[in-house]
């Protein structure tokens, strides 16, 4: 199915976002997420179904004022 | 000394860590500086770039507080998510809430701001709002359950200064205990001592150090100038006056024709 990761295009097969991570090949990497807008925490990310058309952001620290 | 949240820092200056020309300067200008508090932002990740991580390390080494931001968010649903992604990822209660309400001043919304910290600070957030000299905007903001003010200098990277100063010196007054922060458009260091002369407690900047041609000796510059004002405020400044008043004594001047 198809949906947005980061504002990218993606065809993906995984249906939940813990999935969805591994097999975008984020890894362990220390990101933080959100879904249609709304922030998944890490211990929900495997509950968290995603269906064709969702929106996937996936965040990291970063430099700041 | 003023504490933030219970948070008594070691010293008045907040700084960013964006536009470094590099990460050893940044680490250079903390320490050097001995800025208390490190802003910092979540951004979109790549798959296997591992940027975060990295910076991150970088960030904790400096063993200063954290203090996430929302900047470049334009509503109050858009700040909620980024605070709780920074929440999660800093490991920290505190954020630097910024909602935008106009793109070329990046002036605060005043209506998303005060919806976002209300919102926040239920979620038990503590929320530093970066916020204008605005009354009724600050009494808003404290009703929301903020228990710190952030007001602006100067519209972000402009390093203009304080360009308001009666609208600062009515905020100060109007909320003598409420700790605030002089948050953005500072320059020059004599801004930041202007600053902690009229009573803010401490001073948030970034671009002014950043992108001087010597980012560590201006972080030096902006720490002597923090003290030095917060020195003269603490030592009880003399009242103006319009007119002169000779400081050397007048009796036993020779009489000379």
Redesign the interface.
């Known amino acids: 199915m198809k949906i947005s990761i980061n504002g990218v295009a993606k065809d993906v097969t995984s249906t939940n976002l813990a999935a969805i991570l591994h097999e975008a090949g984020y890894g362990d990497a220390r990101v933080a997420t959100a879904v249609n807008g709304q922030f998944v925490p890490v211990g929900q990310r495997e509950s968290c179904p995603i269906e064709a058309g969702d929106q996937v952001e996936i965040v990291a620290p970063r430099q700041g004022g | 000394m003023t504490a933030f949240y219970g948070v008594e820092l070691p010293t008045a200056f907040m700084l960013?860590?964006?536009?470094?020309p590099s990460p050893a300067i940044?680490g250079e200008a903390f320490r050097e500086s001995a800025a208390s508090v490190a802003?910092?932002?979540?951004?979109?990740?790549?798959?296997?770039?591992?940027?975060?991580?990295g910076?991150?390390r970088l960030?904790r080494d400096l063993g200063v507080h954290v203090l996430?931001?929302t900047?470049g968010c334009h509503s109050p649903?858009?700040a909620i998510?980024t605070a709780?992604?920074?929440r999660?990822?800093?490991e920290t209660d505190w954020i630097k809430l910024e909602v935008i309400g106009h793109s070329d001043s990046l002036q605060p919304d005043p209506f998303g701001l005060v919806e976002a910290a209300a919102s926040l600070c239920r979620g038990g957030f503590k929320v530093f709002p970066y916020t204008t000299e605005d009354l009724v905007l600050a009494d808003r903001l404290l009703d929301a359950g903020c228990e710190v003010l952030m007001p602006w200098g100067a519209p972000?990277g402009t390093g203009l200064g304080l360009v308001n100063p009666y609208g600062l010196r009515s905020l100060r007054a109007q909320y003598p205990d409420v700790p605030m922060v002089i948050d953005?458009g500072l320059g020059l260091p004599s801004q930041a001592a202007q600053a902690m002369e009229m009573g803010f407690d401490a001073v948030l900047?970034?671009?002014a150090v950043a992108k001087a041609g010597d980012p560590v000796a201006m972080a030096i510059a902006f720490a002597k100038a923090i003290e030095a004002g917060k020195l003269a405020r603490n030592a009880d400044p003399m009242d103006p006056r319009d007119m002169a008043a000779p400081s050397t004594p007048l009796i036993g001047k020779a009489f000379l024709q």
């Not at chain 2, 960013?16 to 470094?20: K, L, P, R, S």
């Not at chain 2, 802003?39 to 991580?53: M, Y």
Request: net charge negative; glycine share 8%.
């Open positions: 960013g860590t964006a536009q470094y940044l802003t910092v932002s979540v951004r979109r990740e790549a798959a296997g770039a591992q940027a975060g991580e910076f991150w960030i996430p931001n900047a649903s858009e998510t709780k992604m920074a999660e990822l800093f972000i953005a900047l970034n671009t």
